[in-house]
């Protein structure tokens, strides 16, 4: 059973620009979740997705902005980038998304702006 | 959800059993613990997970006090492999999707 993938797996871009990455759950996955970590802040919860629909966010600007396609499939995007939002951007997935179901975690995207 | 406490870091000599505590004082009856670990750079990987009584799988078991407050991760025989950062999660129902990751303790396996 393959795992959860992302693309691209690193990026580099300027600030001002925006960004688009891809997160490809395990199949038969419904719940994507989307994470940021740096080394300041650690792990943070960026959002979920939930049959197409955003069910959960966190306390990110609105620059960060996600959706979900029919098949599961999630991307997120950035907008103006700032060099703050270089991180490694992670996607996991889950049957449900609910608490007595495992998260399985992407190799991650690491995003570096300059 | 509730917050929890893990030491900074820790050793464990190779083939040794890695005992790694972690307090949830706060926890609810419908919170579960979760335990995951990042190796360098890597996605975190999924460990275990339990709500009231002792897990075992082919990783790990979990080890859960009878008040919930707290929780131990046993690594039975931990190998060089297994140096990385283990992070203990407190999950609520009410937060679909979401797991809260501190700063988790540092393990590391010494030949």
């Known amino acids: 059973k393959a795992g959860v993938t992302q693309t691209p797996r690193y990026l580099i871009k300027t600030r001002g620009q925006q960004v688009t990455l891809s997160c490809s759950p395990i199949s038969g996955h419904r719940s994507v979740s989307w994470y940021q970590q740096t080394p300041g802040q650690g792990l943070q919860f960026l959002f979920e997705?939930?049959?197409?629909?955003?069910?959960n966010k966190g306390n990110f600007p609105g620059r960060f902005s996600g959706r979900q396609f029919s098949n599961s499939r999630s991307e997120m995007n950035v907008s103006t980038l700032e060099l703050g939002d270089s991180a490694l951007y992670l996607c996991?997935?889950?049957?449900?998304?609910?608490?007595?179901?495992?998260?399985?975690f992407g190799p991650g995207t690491r995003l570096t702006v300059l | 959800d509730a917050k929890t406490t893990q030491p900074t870091s820790m050793d464990c000599a190779e083939g040794r059993a890695a005992n790694l505590p972690c307090n949830h004082s706060t926890i609810s009856g419908n919170e579960y613990v979760y335990w995951y670990r990042q190796i360098h750079s890597q996605g975190p990987q999924y460990i275990i997970h339990g709500l009231k009584n002792n897990e075992t799988n082919e990783m790990a078991s979990l080890i859960i006090t009878e008040d919930r407050k707290s929780s131990t991760l046993i690594l039975p025989h931990a190998t060089l492999r297994d140096t990385a950062v283990y992070y203990c999660?407190?999950?609520?129902?009410?937060?679909?999707?979401?797991?809260?990751f501190g700063q988790g303790t540092t393990l590391q396996v010494k030949p």
């Open positions: 999660i407190v999950r609520s129902s009410s937060n679909t999707g979401k797991l809260i």
């Open positions: 997705y939930f049959s197409e629909t955003q069910r």
């Open positions: 996991a997935s889950s049957f449900f998304g609910t608490s007595n179901n495992e998260q399985f």
